[in-house]
Each structure stands twice: as C-alpha cells, then as structure tokens.
C-alpha cells in the first residue's frame, strides 16, 4: 500500500523555535507538496518540489523554507514560528494523482 | 490565474438519499484534470473522483459521479445512496496540463462540509 508519511500528527511549539514538519514517501515519485488547511480557506501552496534539490514557491510561502536532501523525504521548516502559522499541514506526492499525508495540526503559542 | 469556486459551505443529505455538491472553476486552458477529494474527520484525503478534461464521458467511481461541463466551466459531485460514512469535508480541486506551465500542484476550493443523517 503506497504511503506519504507526515512524522507528527499533533505539534505544539513556541513563537519563535524553529520548526521542523517531517513528510516521506515510498512511491518513488518526483513531484512532492506541501499544503496549508485552514478553515474557510480550503488547502493553499506553500512549497513544491520537483526533483531532489529543486524548489518552487506556491501561494504563500513567507514565513516558510524548504528542503529536499533525497527524494522521498520533503521537510518544511517554520524559521522562526509565529502564532498565525498555527494550522494544518498536509504534505502530497504526486505522478498524475496527489496521495495525501495524515496531516500534522500545529499549534504555536 | 485559475480560481476554484464551491459554493456550499454546508450540506445535509438524509441516508439513502442523492446529495449533489456544486463546483465551478475559471481557466484559460483547454487540457486540464479536475478531482473530488474527501476529507472525513480521520483528517486523510481521499480522491473520490478524477476527470480529464479532453474526456467529454463523465467519470463515474461507484456511487460517485460527476457532471461535467466545460463550456459552463463547473464540475458537479453527485453521491447516490448516501451513507454515514460519507459524511467529511469534501474539496474540488483543479490541475492544469502542462503545456499550460502547470508544476502538478493543485488549486483547491474551499470545502463543503457534508453531513449524512441517520
């Protein structure tokens, strides 16, 4: 069963740690995401990546870094957290369908 | 740029019943993929239903369909014999063919809430 992996389901950090949000998958896929859930406001882009080494900004990437070291891990990194980042993080891989991580909620306080 | 419109942010449906979610999109491209996604309280996103938009067929998946008209630009979610477990957040989402400069990512909605009721 293929798999896209997010390493927390809940998280809660300080304003101004750095962050760490964990995303692997295991289906050899080039393309991979990551997507910001909020209320209201359905699932926005903040990054993407379409090879190792290779990103893309999306909608709102402020705020926000990405790596890619290999191909089946794609962390996002919160520099210096902030309150209005607290939300759901929903990591993707993709050939021509996206396959969605469980989701981590971020809380920042 | 493309923009994804659903404009029901909440539907109830009686179990056994037919319940038809609305989405329309804006683009200029003609080669593009529209999809249904579910979002159950599990909080996992589920694709219910893919649609190529060169296909003039309307994809079905089970008790799921779509109605799909692309001069009218909307891409409706029809669920027969609904079920408890079909009660989630439901997303249309759109994604642009390459040749439109599209990455692969996908433009969301922003959700419908669906409740199913006993």
């Known amino acids: 069963d293929v798999k896209v992996t997010q390493s927390s389901r809940y998280l809660v950090k300080r304003t101004g740690e750095k962050v760490f949000l964990e995303c692997v998958q295991d289906m050899d896929h080039e393309n991979m995401f990551w997507y910001r859930q909020d209320p209201g406001l359905g699932l926005r882009l903040i990054y993407f990546s379409y090879d190792v080494k290779m990103k893309e900004k999306g909608d709102i990437p402020e705020g926000y870094s990405v790596s890619r070291e290999k191909k089946e891990r794609f962390s996002l990194i919160l520099e210096s957290a902030s309150t209005n980042q607290t939300s759901m993080y929903l990591c993707a891989s993709s050939s021509k369908v996206h396959t969605f991580g469980s989701g981590t909620r971020l809380t920042v306080v | ?118």
């Open chain 2, 1 to 118: 740029a493309q923009t994804v419109t659903q404009s029901q942010p909440e539907m109830s449906v009686q179990e056994a019943e037919t319940v038809t979610l609305s989405c329309t999109y804006d683009t200029s491209e003609s080669n593009y993929y529209l999809f249904w996604y579910k979002q159950p309280p599990s909080r996992q996103m589920i694709l219910v239903i893919r649609q190529e938009a060169y296909k003039q067929q309307n994809a079905t998946e089970n008790r799921f369909s779509v109605n799909f008209q692309k001069a009218a630009k909307s891409f409706s979610l029809k669920i027969s014999d609904s079920q408890l477990g079909d009660t989630a957040m439901y997303f249309c989402a759109f994604m642009g063919g390459i040749y439109g400069g599209s990455q692969g990512n996908l433009i969301f909605g922003k959700g419908t809430k669906l409740s199913v009721k006993p």
